[in-house]
């Protein structure tokens, strides 16, 4: 199956700072999907994403389909963006969906 | 617009006993899927279910099985439970098939199975 790999595994900032997180991907998707897991577990959605570039407020997400890599942007870094995030992507070979390994965020004040 | 609500969001079994979560999917959604997450992974998709068929599954035995109602709503029963299945089990839908579409994603089910 399609390999999910995200960086780094874990990351601390200084409230206020930015960062960049990486989503490899190691086949042609349909779909990509960038989600934040509160510490409840509930996974919120940031950004649909298969191709392009797009903006929400402090967050941007950009995929390079061709080349099989996505990135998501956090900006000004606040205490409340601790936590999980994943990327997932739907393979085109089948409706299958697979979730990255994820990076451990924590942003102290 | 009515989120992904799932109940229960606590559950407790015993080894060997069977268990069924529920899901009802967001208002206009027609197609559900269902992942499991171990503690400190991602989430492992188990089946998709759409117009009342399965339609995609993830590596799970067949004691994972499922069912989607005509109001595209949805059930995950798990028999002969096994400690490993102890997980928080996730239901999302979606509102079209394949292609691309974007899931949305209830809170989850937290089960332990003693």
């Known amino acids: 199956g399609i390999q999910v790999e995200q960086s780094p595994p874990d990351l601390i900032l200084q409230e206020g700072a930015n960062s960049t997180l990486r989503c490899n991907f190691s086949?042609?998707?349909?779909?990509l999907q960038w989600f934040h897991q509160n510490p409840w577990g509930q996974l919120i959605n940031l950004f649909y994403?298969?191709?392009g570039t797009k903006q929400n407020g402090r967050l941007s997400a950009t995929t390079v389909a061709t080349e099989r890599y996505s990135l998501l942007y956090i900006s000004s870094s606040q205490t409340t963006d601790s936590g999980v995030y994943f990327c997932?992507?739907?393979?085109?070979?089948?409706?299958?969906?697979?979730f990255g390994t994820g990076t451990s965020l924590t942003v102290i004040p | 617009e009515t989120g992904v609500t799932q109940s229960p969001t606590h559950l407790i079994k015993t080894r060997g006993q069977q268990v069924t979560l529920r899901c009802s999917s967001q208002s206009g959604h027609n197609t559900v899927s269902w992942y499991q997450q171990a503690l400190g992974q991602g989430p492992q998709f188990i089946f998709q279910?759409?117009?009342?068929?399965?339609?995609g599954r993830g590596n799970f035995p067949p004691r994972f099985s499922g069912l989607q109602f005509p109001n595209y709503s949805s059930e995950l029963n798990v028999n002969a439970l096994e400690l490993d299945d102890s997980a928080l089990y996730l239901c999302?839908?979606?509102?079209?098939?394949?292609?691309?579409?974007?899931?949305?994603f209830g809170p989850g089910t937290r089960l332990t199975v003693t």
């Open positions: 994403i298969p191709s």
């Open positions: 999302a839908s979606s509102s079209s098939l394949g292609g691309g579409y974007e899931q949305y």
């Open positions: 279910y759409y117009r009342e068929e399965e339609n």
């Open positions: 086949d042609s998707v349909n779909n």
């Open positions: 997932a992507v739907e393979v085109r070979t089948g409706n299958q969906f697979y």
